[in-house]
T-cell receptor, first 111, second 113 residues
Framework: DQQVKQNSPSLSVQEGRISILNCDYTNSMFDYFLWYKKYPAEGPTFLISISSIKDKNEDGRFTVFLNKSAKHLSLHIVPSQPGDSAVYFCAASGSADKLIFGTGTRLQVFP | KAGVTQTPRYLIKTRGQQVTLSCSPISGHRSVSWYQQTPGQGLQFLFEYFSETQRNKGNFPGRFSGRQFSNSRSEMNVSTLELGDSALYLC????????????FGSGTQLSVL
């Protein structure tokens, strides 16, 4: 049972435009959400997180939105840059529990 | 601080063999988690150790096992390797065990022939 779902395996965006990556979850006990970025042959690196008490968190070009009623979160990257091309994973956890990851979305930013 | 270190980076084994992967967490981190990454499956949780105790376990067969030492270093072992075990195995560490971000190593790419 996939508790964290990223339904878009890939996304292609022009440089300078907005990239929107989506993630859905099924477990209402999740209260902490994160986004990771992964380049080939490297481990995932932390990008941004959000607690369930918030609905938005911003860090530079990256903003994460959380809609608890819809069990949906999204990552916005503005403006997108070629160096943002990578695989993005969303992850979620509940108290005292492990991080559950989605299957990832491959983002390609083209000039 | 040095990051999470995993050894070896690459490994080639044949079916039926066993393998041991090693992970050194960031200094001061007491929690170590292991994940398996395969194409299309994302990161699948294997197990998590905190202060030498396994605190969480994923849905993997008993062929997959792990342990953590008193210095927080961790090893995972896979016995009787199968072709489907070919994957990138990632280790991650954190200061505590719950609700905080994980720091990942570069992984061990295991190929089973």
């Amino acid at each position: 049972d996939q508790q964290v779902k990223q339904n878009s395996p890939s996304l292609s965006v022009q440089e300078g435009r907005i990239s929107i990556l989506n993630c859905d979850y099924t477990n209402s006990m999740f209260d902490y959400f994160l986004w990771y970025k992964k380049y080939p042959a490297e481990g995932p690196t932390f990008l941004i997180s959000i607690s369930s008490i918030k609905d938005k968190n911003e860090d530079g070009r990256f903003t994460v939105f959380l809609n608890k009623s819809a069990k949906h979160l999204s990552l916005h990257i503005v403006p997108s840059q070629p160096g943002d091309s990578a695989v993005y994973f969303c992850a979620a956890s509940g108290s005292a529990d492990k991080l559950i990851f989605g299957t990832g979305t491959r983002l390609q930013v083209f000039p | 601080k040095a990051g999470v270190t995993q050894t070896p980076r690459y490994l080639i084994k044949t079916r039926g063999q066993q393998v041991t992967l090693s992970c050194s967490p960031i200094s001061g981190h007491r929690s170590v988690s292991w994940y398996q990454q395969t194409p299309g499956q994302g990161l699948q949780f294997l197990f998590e150790y905190f202060s030498e105790t396994q605190r969480n376990k994923g849905n993997f067969p008993g062929r997959f096992s792990g342990r953590q030492f008193s210095n927080s270093r961790s090893e995972m072992n896979v016995s009787t390797l199968e072709l489907g075990d070919s994957a990138l195995y990632l280790c991650a560490s954190s200061e505590r065990a719950t609700n905080e971000k994980l720091f990942f190593g570069s992984g061990t790419q295991l190929s089973v022939l």
